[in-house]
């Protein structure tokens, strides 16, 4: 019997943002306990390159959790990954989640990893002892072919050495089901987290849903029509939601919960103090 993963995802503040924001967000969630917090990597050009490592290092020096830094991919060549990868090594950290990335506007791609899977091998075998992570798509990238060459596609990032799938966020658990079905059946059998994100704001859940292609469902309609306009309530049904998704994930017994905590602890904590009894013991039971 295991007790399933579960896990945080924080982004690096603006770069004109108050220094302390970040501690605000990570001393919110203390005591959460989670597995690790990862920290996504910014490719814009309000991003900082050198932000994941320092985040990494404080989460794992001063908070005492596993980190996992995310790298993106088609904008980089080699030199730049391998200082990024140096840069993870010396704040200490021991596990990598290379991506892609998106598309930015005017900007032309390095042309040097075009997949994630590219830069996974790269990784794999330029630091050979740190761990792999990889992203999935439950209801299929926005850009992939078709479902079938999506789970291809991933097959080929656990072949080139990711040991460990987070998905992209969903909000109807019988798409990320279905979903997990597929991939086993095609022969993938490392851990995949589910990815959730509590719903906070109307234009953030329609933002999301555009870029990520995550379906809003009828039930989330509802909550959207009746409570957009009332913010207090809308977060409170977005708890509430994200709670009973949860708790609907962990009741089929899957390897773990990743929340995007939006760098929002009162909202992390509030799923949490309603989630956490659901953690002992796991799906093997
Ligand atoms: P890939 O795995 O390369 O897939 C992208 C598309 O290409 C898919 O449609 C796939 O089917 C297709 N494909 C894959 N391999 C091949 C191949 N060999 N030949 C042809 N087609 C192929 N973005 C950031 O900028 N920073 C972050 O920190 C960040 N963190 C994220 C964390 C998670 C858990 C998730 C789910 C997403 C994250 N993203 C982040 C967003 C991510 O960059 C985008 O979703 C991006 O569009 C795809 O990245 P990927 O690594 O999944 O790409």
């Given at each position: 019997?295991?007790?399933?993963?579960?896990?945080?995802?924080?982004?690096?503040?603006?770069?004109?943002?108050?220094?302390?924001?970040?501690?605000?967000?990570?001393?919110?969630?203390?005591?959460?306990?989670?597995?690790?917090?990862?920290?996504?990597?910014?490719?814009?050009?309000?991003?900082?390159?050198?932000?994941?490592?320092?985040?990494?290092?404080?989460?794992?020096?001063?908070?005492?959790?596993?980190?996992?830094?995310?790298?993106?991919a088609q904008y980089a060549d080699r030199q730049v990954v391998d200082a990024a990868l140096d840069m993870f090594e010396r704040a200490g950290v021991t596990a990598v989640l290379p991506l892609r990335g998106d598309a930015i506007e005017g900007r032309r791609p390095a042309g040097v990893f075009k997949h994630a899977s590219d830069l996974i091998a790269y990784v794999h075998a330029a630091k050979p002892d740190m761990a792999i992570f990889a992203a999935c798509y439950p209801e299929t990238h926005p850009e992939a072919v078709s479902?079938?060459?999506?789970?291809r596609y991933l097959k080929a990032k656990v072949d080139a050495g990711a040991g460990h799938l987070i998905s992209q966020l969903f909000y109807d658990n019988a798409q990320f089901l279905t979903f997990l079905d597929h991939a086993r059946a095609a022969g993938i059998n490392v851990p995949i987290e589910?990815?959730?994100?509590?719903?906070?704001?109307?234009?953030?859940?329609r933002?999301?849903?555009?870029?990520?292609?995550?379906?809003?469902?009828?039930?989330?309609?509802?909550?959207?029509?009746?409570?957009?306009?009332?913010?207090?309530?809308l977060r409170e049904a977005g708890i509430i939601y994200a709670s009973e998704q949860i708790a609907g994930l962990l009741a089929e017994g899957v390897d773990g919960i990743h929340l995007y905590s939006m760098n929002q602890p009162v909202v992390i904590r509030r799923i949490w103090r309603n989630i956490a009894p659901l953690f002992v013991g796991g799906a093997a039971a």
């Open positions: 019997m295991h007790r399933p993963i579960f896990s945080l995802e924080v982004f690096p503040p603006k770069r004109n943002a108050a220094v302390g924001t970040i501690y605000d967000t990570l001393d919110g969630m203390e005591g959460l306990k989670p597995d690790f917090i990862s920290v996504t990597y910014g490719t814009g050009r309000q991003a900082d390159r050198t932000a994941t490592a320092r985040i990494c290092r404080t989460i794992l020096q001063e908070y005492g959790i596993p980190a996992v830094a995310h790298l993106t479902p079938e060459s999506d789970v589910a990815g959730i994100m509590p719903i906070t704001r109307v234009g953030q859940v933002r999301m849903s555009d870029t990520c292609g995550s379906r809003i469902p009828p039930a989330v309609e509802r909550i959207l029509d009746k409570w957009g306009n009332d913010a207090e309530a």
